[in-house]
């Protein structure tokens, strides 16, 4: 790994340094008071930036199983802190770097170098767990109550700037770049002070959850030792980024005081980061490293599991399904063996087999999102797109500001041949996805379309006036 893992935890909000980050709109902070950020301000900021990183960022690792799995362990940590009722969205970047961050108003985002790097599944949530409770302990409402409103604008548009540095893969660019703002000095001070709390209230979290806290002086230890190697040649920012060894001494000293536990990693853990192998870099190469680890470990029903994805991604369907079927007979049942097995035989041009697949793991594992947009999306590939479209809407009653569900209802009525339906969906994958002017754009083909029915078009009508009244309304507030 070329770049130092320095970067672990950091917070990038504490650095007030305006950068240029062209290719990104800033978020549009509102009336956002100058003094302080209110929690549903804090939201607003999070919710503009997590609406741009999904929309534009190639790093946004868009796998919806690994997704749903970080927020299923993120929402049991922060079930059990100490403020319970915030709201918390945790997403993956692909980023082969050891980091995790808070955004305002709840996102927290992942590296999957994190969560390679992670040997156990507490060390995992060791990470969850400390930014976590940068967002319980508002710290980065307590910094941006420091700063004037220009200051928060600079911080907002720095943030962007990181991300999208990072999503050229140069994070420490802009971390260097924000160095010579020379504005680093005097946040350090609150950056010490919140990582500490961080650490403790995370800690808590940790042991409420019921995972192994030796997991975080652990976790952290490797880190900081793997930073030293990089040390001579990491810029300022990352050398007098806050002293781990202190931290680390606390939570050695935590942790002695705190019952032993021993806990086994979850199924879904060892999956994700076997999905992970086997979609990373080369296929030819993915297969080899999987092939090796299935050697060297047999029963390891996550290391067959990757095998087969990474033959099926080296288009060698066959192998994997030999693979794969051997794995779901010894193996308990998850909803990560299915959805595979499902894609194996729609690359064989079995869609049909794919959608029974699919039919009785959305029975037997009916919380999963995951196995819902595999199901419609093998229904639409299977000539089944009404049916796909049916349950779709289903879903939207309850989820209506899921972005994945109103794609999926898009390409339904696109297969379809209803053209109106098809747009007016699309239009709410880019109201989600934070682009009104997209969105309108949408519903007016969708009107021009001519194939909608009375009460299709007195909705697109009344969603368009609606469109372009939040749209006159952000336009004066710039
Ligand atoms: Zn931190």
Known sequence: MRRPFALLLSCALALPAPLSAQSYDLPDLGDVAATELSPAAERRIGEEIIAQIRWRDAAYLDDPEIEEYVNRLGHRLAG??????????????????????????????????????????????SVLGHEIAHVTQRHIAQIVGKQSQSAMLMMASLLVAVLAARSNSDVSQAAIAAGQAGAIQSQLGYTRAFEREADRVG??????????????????????????????????????????????????????????????????????????????????????????E???????????????????????????????????????????????????????????????????????????????????DARIQAGQAGEAAKAVRRLLDDRSGDPRLWQLLSRAHAALGERSAQHRAQAEVYVLRGSLPAAIEQLEIARKAGDGDFYLLSAVDARLRELQRSLQEARRQQ
């Open 203 to 292: 800690l808590e979290t940790l042991d409420k959850a019921g995972m192994d806290v030796r997991g975080m002086p652990s976790f952290f230890e490797r880190l900081q030792r793997n930073t030293r190697v990089y040390e001579n040649n990491a810029p300022a920012y990352l050398r007098t980024h806050p002293l781990t060894t202190e931290r680390i001494a606390d939570m050695e000293n935590r942790v002695t005081r705190m019952p032993y536990r021993q806990v086994l990693d979850s199924a879904d853990f060892r999956y994700a980061r076997a999905k992970l192998r086997a979609d990373a870099g080369q296929p030819a190469d993915a297969v080899r490293d999987l092939e090796s």
């Open 80 to 125: 059990v802190s100490n403020n319970p009722t915030q709201d918390f969205d945790f997403f993956v970047v692909r980023d082969p770097t050891l980091n995790a961050f808070a955004l305002p108003g709840g996102y927290i985002g992942v590296h999957t170098g994190l969560l390679l790097a992670a040997q156990t599944e507490s060390e995992f949530a």
């Open 294 to 376: 299935v050697a060297r470990a047999p029963q390891a029903e996550e290391m067959a599991y990757g095998l087969a994805r990474a033959l099926l991604r080296a288009g060698r369907a066959d192998d994997a399904l030999v693979r794969l079927d051997a794995v779901r007979k010894r193996a308990p049942a998850s909803p990560w063996l299915e959805t595979l097995a499902a894609e194996i035989h729609i690359a064989r041009r079995d869609g049909a087999e794919a959608v029974r697949i699919l039919d009785a793991a959305r029975r037997q594992f009916p919380a999963s999102r995951s196995v819902a947009y595999a199901l419609a």
